[in-house]
């Protein structure tokens, strides 16, 4: 099966560390873009940036450089969305989303989504 | 402030249509990149509904579809169902941000 299987939910004290992982599977993973994006509690989506497995090619959204690191481990097909210190308002949801092909713009495949918890 | 617009929600009775619209720009869609269109049932994550302005993925159900004028584009779901209740967003590729772009979400509620 086509999918994408997202790490379980955490919960964290802020200034605490935390890598959350994204794992492709049923396709050829390297080949396929795979973005992060954020949903607040009752909020929207947000792009948060986008790598590739082959070269770990990354863009990030202007809202999230600097804030988060995304990394790809393709001998496990997995990607990462990692934060050094955690604050309160991270506490979200995280999907992992793949882009449909290097000439699309859509993501056409989706995690179910990793919840973090940061208290303070 | 979310750079594609949706309403923020819609009403529609079953068996109705209803339509979302999402405006956007000339760094998006003034810009060619296409809109696409998820669905966000309640609990789920994403799931992609219309891709390229108007295509719809295997085993989307053609009650849904998608067109596009100028820089104003919309979703219509015909015939509405229970199951229709929903969040959809649009979502484009923005080349001031160098990076994708959603709109606001609009949540549909089948009366």
């Known amino acids: 099966e086509v999918q994408l299987v997202q790490s379980g939910a955490e919960v964290k004290k802020s200034g605490e560390s935390l890598k959350i992982s994204c794992k492709g599977s049923?396709?050829?993973?390297?080949?396929?873009?795979i973005a992060w994006v954020r949903q607040m509690p009752g909020k929207g989506l947000e792009w948060m940036g986008i790598?590739?497995?082959?070269?770990?090619?990354?863009t990030y959204s202007p809202a999230f450089q600097g804030q988060v690191t995304i990394s790809v481990d393709t001998s496990i097909d997995t990607a990462y969305l990692r934060w050094s210190s955690l604050k309160a308002s991270d506490s979200a949801m995280y999907y992992c989303?793949?882009?449909?092909?290097?000439?699309?713009?859509?993501?056409?495949?989706w995690g179910r989504g990793t919840l973090v918890t940061v208290s303070s | 402030q979310s750079v594609l617009t949706q309403p923020p929600s819609v009403f529609g009775a079953p068996g109705q249509r209803v339509t979302i619209s999402c405006t956007g720009s000339?760094?998006?869609?003034?810009?060619?990149?296409?809109i696409h269109w998820y669905q966000q049932l309640p609990g789920a994550a994403p799931k992609l509904l219309i891709y390229?302005?108007?295509y719809r993925p295997s085993g989307v159900p053609d009650r849904f579809s998608g067109s596009k004028s100028g820089t104003s584009v919309s979703l219509a779901i015909s015939g509405l169902q229970a199951e229709d209740e929903a969040d959809y967003y649009c979502?484009?590729?923005?080349?001031?941000?160098?990076?994708?772009?959603f709109g606001g979400g609009t949540k549909l509620t089948v009366l």
């Open positions: 989303a793949r882009r449909s092909g290097d000439y699309d713009w859509f993501f056409d495949l």
């Open positions: 390229g302005n108007s």
């Open positions: 790598i590739h497995p082959v070269d770990s090619d990354t």
């Open positions: 000339s760094s998006n869609i003034g810009a060619r990149y296409d």
């Open positions: 979502q484009s590729y923005d080349t001031s941000l160098s990076g994708w772009v």
């Open positions: 049923g396709f050829s993973f390297k080949y396929y873009w």
